[in-house]
């Protein structure tokens, strides 16, 4: 029973020989299933979720809290133009340092100033046209920029 051949030859050079046809075999079925394999279908379209443009969250949003918030501005000093189309303000936006303003430029999120007059500011807010005016009320009329803080005697 020693000189028996079987399955698992003594000599090396069998061993390699059964080696590499097992190592083509494998080979050549990976290589078969992959050319073979069945080709991929073309997938279903995919749904697209249209916004509706009439859609007004505004009432459901205020039911929640969810209010649009309102920017307090106050007015700290005015450049206005005849007609208020073109000018600056100089103001502050929620109690923050005073800066300047142009008009049609944004205050915060969803508000812009919109013009500016002799006696008033006019800002957008979400729509929503509002008039400040200085905390004293109307400036006094003069060239330049007028500070809106008036020196008191």
Request: net charge neutral.
């Amino acid at each position: 029973m020693v000189g028996r051949p079987g399955l698992f030859p003594a000599d090396g050079p069998a061993w390699v020989r059964r080696l590499s046809m097992l190592a083509f075999a494998v080979g050549l079925g990976v290589w078969a299933a992959l050319l073979f394999a069945p080709a991929p279908g073309k997938l279903p379209p995919m749904l697209e979720a249209v916004p509706d443009a009439n859609l007004d969250t505004a009432p459901a949003a205020r039911w929640f809290g969810g209010a649009a918030l309102r920017v307090r501005v106050t007015v700290k000093g005015l450049i206005a133009t005849a007609d208020g189309s073109a000018g600056a303000a100089l103001l502050s936006v929620d109690g923050g340092p005073a800066q300047a303003y142009r008009v049609g430029q944004a205050l915060a999120p969803g508000v812009t100033l919109v013009a500016v007059s002799a006696n008033a500011v006019s800002i957008d807010q979400d729509g929503v046209i509002e008039h400040i005016t200085p905390p004293d009320g109307p400036l006094p009329a003069g060239q330049g920029f007028i500070s809106g803080a008036r020196a008191r005697p």
